[in-house]
């Protein structure tokens, strides 16, 4: 089993920063990919950013040139979400995801909580 913790979230004006953090822990053999997706209320999830094993990564267009997903340089199961210049269609609930290359046959799934992320102007 899995656990991701986010933390990170708040409420801030437009054009600030925020910048969230996810720590995975448990079983881990293979971490294949790790990212945010976000919910706004009455909207359908979707990804924010994701890291992909190799360090490549994937931006939604509404976020690219703000903000920027890494991994922790010590702790590959850490990862963080810079987000700078927000806006306020930029709130909304960030979960954590996590997809961990169980077996050679099999990979799971897992998520935060969630941290809220409310941009006001």
């Known amino acids: 089993q899995v656990q991701l913790v986010e933390s990170g979230g708040g409420s801030v004006q437009v054009g600030g920063s925020l910048r969230l953090t996810c720590t995975a822990s448990?079983?881990?053999?293979?971490?294949?990919?790790m990212g945010w997706y976000r919910q706004a209320e009455g909207k359908p999830r979707e990804l924010v950013a994701t890291i992909l094993r190799g360090d490549n990564t994937v931006y939604v267009d509404s976020v690219k040139g703000r903000f920027t997903i890494s991994r922790d340089n010590a702790k590959n199961t850490v990862v963080y979400l810079q987000m700078n210049n927000l806006k306020p269609e930029d709130t909304g609930v960030y979960y954590c995801n996590a997809e961990v290359q169980s077996t050679s046959y099999s990979a799971h799934t897992y998520w935060g909580q969630g941290t809220q992320v409310t941009v006001s102007s």
């Open positions: 448990g079983v881990i053999p293979r971490l294949n990919a």
